[in-house]
């Protein structure tokens, strides 16, 4: 699968300093925890994982399977206020 990065996920890259390498180490070791199979124009999915620091990292990234991309769309650290420990299940909203 080739990778593309949306104009909002290198912002936020350059924003929170997450680097490609940090990306495609979620991709890699990390693993899907939310799937949004009716987004357009493609599936996507949340993926978590950690990069080489340990440091907690989210990637959301849709799937177009045509082309063979998978396409970043955002990327963040997620927040323990909205996220239970381990970062794969959301905190219940008050």
């Avoid at 390498?21 to 987004?39: A, F, K, N, S």
Wanted: glycine share 4%.
């Amino acid at each position: 699968m080739n990778l593309l990065l949306r104009q909002h996920a290198l912002r936020r890259m350059f924003e929170r300093k997450i680097t490609l390498e940090d990306i495609h180490r979620v991709l890699l070791h990390g693993h899907v925890i939310e799937e949004y199979p009716d987004d357009t124009p493609y599936p996507s999915a949340l993926w978590s994982g950690r990069d080489a620091k340990d440091r907690p990292l989210h990637v959301v990234v849709a799937e177009n399977t045509g082309e063979e991309q998978w396409i970043v769309i955002t990327v963040y650290q997620p927040d323990s206020a909205l996220w239970q420990p381990g970062w794969a299940t959301r905190r219940n909203k008050p």
